[in-house]
């Protein structure tokens, strides 16, 4: 038979302070977290252990939250392929230029006809991107 646990566990102590406190989910650095759990445990020391649990617990509110996760430059990139790495260079609107004639190209692949008012409402975002930028 398993053996009763004293108290709350590691990982629910910290779910506990991070859903108390979210803008502590947001940030990057942990010291808030620590300073809390050296307040709650006074004369103990943070183990290797007790920092896991809090990254642990962070990382799982994180994506249960459904935000962090990666950087959308990441994703663009994963999602682009390695050999279109180019895309991810330049000015911005330059960036969506591309991303917009790769949309365009995908649509007319896909279904020329039936995707009609979408191609043509690339083709309108496309150009006044390209007048924004000051392109010919």
């Given at each position: 038979?398993?053996?009763?646990?004293?108290?709350?566990?590691?990982?629910?102590?910290?779910?506990?302070?991070?859903?108390?406190h979210p803008d502590w989910l947001?940030?990057?650095?942990?010291?808030?977290?620590?300073?809390?759990?050296?307040?709650?445990?006074?004369?103990?020391?943070?183990?290797?252990?007790?920092k896991q649990s809090m990254a642990n617990a962070?990382?799982?509110?994180?994506?249960?939250?459904?935000?962090?996760?990666?950087?959308?430059?990441?994703?663009?990139?994963?999602?682009?392929?390695?050999?279109?790495?180019?895309?991810?260079?330049?000015?911005?609107?330059?960036?969506?230029?591309?991303?917009?004639?790769?949309?365009?190209?995908?649509?007319?692949?896909?279904?020329?006809?039936?995707?009609?008012?979408?191609?043509?409402?690339?083709?309108?975002?496309?150009?006044?991107?390209?007048?924004?930028?000051?392109?010919?």
């Amino acid at each position: 038979m398993a053996r009763k646990r004293k108290g709350e566990s590691k990982n629910a102590y910290f779910r506990r302070l991070f859903e108390s406190h979210p803008d502590w989910l947001r940030s990057k650095s942990n010291d808030a977290v620590v300073a809390q759990w050296l307040a709650d445990h006074p004369g103990k020391e943070m183990t290797r252990q007790d920092k896991q649990s809090m990254a642990n617990a962070k990382s799982f509110l994180r994506r249960r939250k459904g935000g962090g996760g990666r950087g959308r430059r990441k994703i663009l990139a994963q999602a682009l392929g390695a050999n279109n790495a180019a895309y991810l260079k330049g000015s911005d609107l330059e960036q969506l230029e591309l991303l917009i004639d790769e949309s365009l190209a995908l649509a007319r692949r896909l279904d020329p006809h039936g995707l009609d008012v979408t191609i043509r409402s690339l083709r309108r975002a496309r150009n006044e991107v390209v007048w924004k930028s000051g392109q010919p």
